[in-house]
């Protein structure tokens, strides 16, 4: 029986496979936020096609801020609920009546909307209803949730 002789060690195979999955992830995070990046920029090259409105999330060690635009939409006109820990939607309603003709004329671009808008959020963290606010002044929602506090653990002294 023959010995062959194996150039590399399992040692560095090992390393070499860590080296291949580190370079696949980084293509697969690469790819993904490049592919999200698109998203954003057709969403906001065409937000009256598409009938979203904008919203600002911000996360602190607490609890989670969406800011969101609506302007010309009356409070009554809002809604906001908590879909589970993770998801918010906010759908708002803005009928007007509308006309072919004005005392002025006849429209040639009607870019004001009428009709309904729905918006679900996917929250970074989970949060809990107890304790969430919603405000609205100026066309402008705020909508704040406190953050679930998980339980770090009970550290167990090592004797």
């Known amino acids: 029986m023959s010995v062959r002789f194996c150039p590399f060690s399992f040692g560095t195979l090992g390393s070499e496979l860590d080296t291949l999955f580190s370079e696949m992830e980084e293509r697969a995070e690469n790819f993904a936020s490049r592919s999200e ?83 679900i959020i996917h929250l970074p963290a989970e949060v809990i209803s107890d304790g969430a606010k919603a405000s609205f002044k100026n066309g402008i929602v705020e909508i704040k949730l406190p953050k679930i506090v998980k339980d770090p653990g009970t550290p167990i002294e090592i004797e």
């Open 37 to 119: 990046s698109l998203k954003t920029i057709a969403k906001n090259a065409v937000p009256r096609i598409t009938g979203d409105f904008h919203i600002d999330l911000c996360e602190t060690p607490t609890e989670i801020i969406i800011t969101c635009d609506l302007p010309g939409i009356e409070k009554q006109d809002v809604s906001v609920k908590l879909l589970n820990e993770t998801s918010l939607q906010i759908k708002t309603t803005y009928d007007r009546a509308v006309s072919e003709t004005d005392a002025s004329g006849v429209y040639h671009l009607r870019e004001r909307r009428t009709g309904s808008g729905e918006r």
